[in-house]
């Protein structure tokens, strides 16, 4: 019994952490949606419940308004809408998740493209009754800029369209169209009524001709160790340990995230960007050295010479080296209210390096509710997403965005204000 | 080893590990915003951990109402020693004597809101320029907005209208003069993640959070420790409970729940079957729909 008991725990506590972003507006039932996620896997408190259900009867709704789970700010409640990301957090028996919750419109592009910057998976919600819309195509392109490696499009209302298998497969056809232009690895189609909970946590009785399984499941059972990559070792450095007292006087320790891939106890490794080399030594944790380490480990790495290294610097296996780029072109989505000066300088965070940057040039501006390219207007305002160049004073150690989402993405910082002024992808 | 992902406690804190070393690079004088109560001990365990064998490079800072369980104060004060750190102390009554602030007066006054005064004083007068909190997203609906590095202006206000965005690893604590920042390494762990953790890790914790016999009052549904501080109605009787704590903060409005759990087991279990959040029995969270945002707007954790 006892033992049995352990097993269990013991699996429960080998559960991974899924992150997953959603899009939209309140009449995509988006809010509907997440409720009825934490609702029917009962991650919802009961004082929780009584509170809503209270604002529910206060504001006339038949039953509980499930969307009021998703109730933010003062101003959002207000107006009845989502500005900001919020994070909201599930368990399940198989998995960990947190959803970052974005709003939908186009004015809010950068939110979303925050909420998206972190997860395995999202969920683009189209509505049964309109099919594929403006909004859906900027929710799909947004998920294939920021390369999130699942999607999932559920197709919501499906009791507005009587759970029609042919309007579901046609949906499908339409959005496939739309797909073939964006960089989108894995879609899935789920038809659903967050309303009425079909196929979100419990497959549908009206829709027996649907042979995959309901939302929640593919959400618990979707590969995502390979999101993670396990090929190239990055190790940016974030600061040095060092005692100097007692026992570990003569200790030196390289603290930061393995980012990608994997290191050994006797690697060879390169130290970027100055490029010496030496072998790892040892990797330190509180809970004792470890031979081997994979990302995303926070660990500690001291290496058999004595090299000058600090923070910024990149640690990397001698024979798979990143890039070292002065002049490099990506995709950037403007976060700032002012917008983006010819010739200013910026401060670029790229891992736990920073240089002074300027964007060079200005290629086109991307339309993401038709997926054209713009390329007259050349300024760059809040939410636009665009094609640049940019130059560095010094060299940065990059990858492609699309092999490395950690070495590959990088914020500009205007330095008069301090603020995070740009989201950027290598390209 | 031949699995190469981790679990989501393993990446929990290595998440909260990777944000604490950025702390220690990024800021000239950081701290730890201890309360005694399992957030900030959790907090406090994984800064050990992202810096051994060295020390950790934070001091731990405690905004003392002066209503605390005398429990919380002494297992303060031990694991200040353990980690041979520093303890800065902001105390509301001295606040109050030097005319900062004003007590609430009744029998639901607080010194929950006077708080944020000594907290924002002491910031100021000891120049931190970060605090690094417990504070998690799955608390409250307006701490689901928050950053982990959140921005202060000198004020000490936070702006949940226009927050920094905050994109993939690359966290922002560049301010000027004045500003400081908060910080919230464990944002997103829940309730549950932490008591697996302390269970885990098997972390010290103070004995309030474990079943224990206390004289205690029914006061806004849940049960208020018997104290010095605590003036009763002509209603209220005292009664002793087996009770515990699922937070701790202010003696006066820290709500005990009935329980028998007494080992970290039966807590763990207790939590996962509990219908209630946890700051369900904080009587500062009820005062309005939108308390937890309006304090923290101005300055408050």
Redesign the interface.
């Known amino acids: 019994m006892i033992n049995e008991k352990t097993t269990k725990e013991k699996q429960l506590l080998n559960n991974q952490l899924l992150r997953f972003s959603t899009a939209g507006s309140v009449d995509d039932g988006k809010s509907t949606l997440i409720g009825r996620l934490l609702y029917d896997s009962k991650s919802i408190f009961e004082d929780q419940l009584s509170s809503i259900e209270k604002t529910s009867q206060r504001r006339g709704f038949d039953g509980i308004d499930l969307a009021l789970f998703t109730d933010g700010l003062k101003d959002e409640r207000e107006q009845g809408i989502t500005i900001d990301v919020a994070y909201r957090y599930f368990t399940t028996p198989k998995r960990k998740f947190i959803i970052a919750d974005t709003p939908g419109h186009i004015q809010y592009t950068r939110n979303m493209v925050t909420g998206a910057s972190t997860a395995n998976a999202s969920i683009v919600l189209i509505d049964a009754r309109n099919g594929v819309v403006e909004q859906t195509k900027r929710h799909s392109y947004i998920a294939s800029l920021l390369q999130i490696p699942h999607i999932i499009v559920c197709i919501n209302k499906m009791d507005l369209v009587d759970y029609s298998e042919q309007r579901f497969n046609e949906i499908i056809e339409e959005y496939e169209r739309i797909a073939s232009k964006m960089m989108i690895k894995d879609v899935q189609f789920i038809p659903i009524s967050a309303l009425k909970g079909d196929n979100v946590v419990n497959r549908s009785e009206n829709m027996p001709w649907f042979q995959g399984a309901p939302l929640l499941h593919t959400l618990e059972t979707m590969h995502i160790s390979s999101d993670i990559n396990k090929i190239d070792a990055r190790f940016p450095v974030q600061t040095v340990i060092r005692p100097q007292v007692g026992e570990f006087r003569d200790y030196r320790g390289y603290a930061g995230r393995l980012e990608s891939g994997i290191l050994r106890i006797g690697d060879e490794v390169c130290i970027l960007p100055a490029g010496f080399t030496s072998k790892i030594s040892s990797i330190d944790t509180f809970d004792g050295q470890i031979n081997t380490a994979f990302a995303p480990m926070s660990i500690a790495i001291s290496l058999e010479d004595e090299i000058d290294i600090s923070r910024g610097d990149m640690i990397v296996r001698t024979n798979n080296r990143p890039r070292s780029e002065q002049e490099f072109e990506a995709m950037i989505c403007w976060l700032n209210n002012s917008s983006a000066q010819a010739r200013t300088k910026y401060t670029i965070r790229h891992t736990t390096n920073e240089q002074k940057v300027m964007i060079k040039e200005m290629v086109y501006k991307m339309d993401i509710n038709s997926i054209e390219r713009n390329m007259e207007d050349k300024d760059i305002n809040m939410n636009d997403i665009c094609r640049v160049i940019i130059r560095s004073t010094k060299p940065l150690m990059i990858d492609d965005y699309r092999e490395n989402r950690y070495t590959g993405s990088f914020i500009l910082i205007d330095e008069s204000t301090n603020e995070t002024v740009a989201a950027g992808m290598i390209l | ?1 031949n699995r ?12 909260a ?2 944000v604490l ?2 702390v ?2 990024q800021f000239q004088h950081p701290v730890i915003l201890f309360s005694g109560g399992k957030d900030s001990i959790v907090v406090t365990h994984l800064a ?8 950790i490079p934070f001091e731990l800072m405690h905004i003392d109402t002066g209503h605390n369980f005398p429990e919380t104060l002494q297992f303060r004060d031990q694991l200040v020693k353990e980690l041979d750190a520093q303890l800065i102390v902001g105390s509301v009554q001295n606040s109050i004597e030097k005319g900062r602030v004003r007590e609430e007066k009744g029998k639901n006054a607080s010194r929950n809101v006077l708080q944020t005064t000594t907290l924002l004083d002491t910031i100021e007068e000891h120049k931190i320029d970060c605090a690094i909190g417990g504070g998690r ?2 608390e409250e ?2 701490r ?2 928050e950053r982990f590095f959140s921005h202060r202006d000198d004020f000490g206000q936070w702006d ?2 226009n ?8 966290f ?1 604590g ?3 003069e004045g500003e400081h920042f908060r910080v919230f390494p464990i ?2 762990w ?1 309730e ?2 932490i008591w ?1 953790y302390i269970k ?1 890790e098997n972390i010290a914790i103070p004995s309030l959070y474990f079943a224990h016999n206390r004289e205690v009052i029914w006061r806004n549904n849940s049960w208020i420790p018997n104290s010095e501080f605590i003036q009763l109605d002509e209603n209220e009787a005292i009664e002793t409970k087996k009770i515990r704590f699922r937070t701790l903060g202010d003696i006066t409005i820290t709500g005990g729940i009935e329980s028998t759990a007494d080992t970290l087991d039966l807590i763990v279990a207790e939590v996962s079957s ?4 946890e700051r ?1 029995n904080r009587a500062d969270d009820k005062r309005s729909e ?1 308390s937890m ?1 309006d304090r923290k707007r101005d300055g408050y954790f």
Do not use: C, V
């Open positions: 080893m190469y992902y981790l679990n989501y406690l393993e990446e929990l804190e290595s998440e590990i990777f070393r950025e220690a690079a050990k951990k992202a810096f051994f064998p060295a020390k997203r799955d609906k307006a689901a907005k949940p209208k927050q920094r965005p905050e994109l993939w690893n690359l922002n560049k301010h000027f944002s997103n829940t549950m993640d697996n885990q509990m219908r209630q959040t369900g939108t945002e």
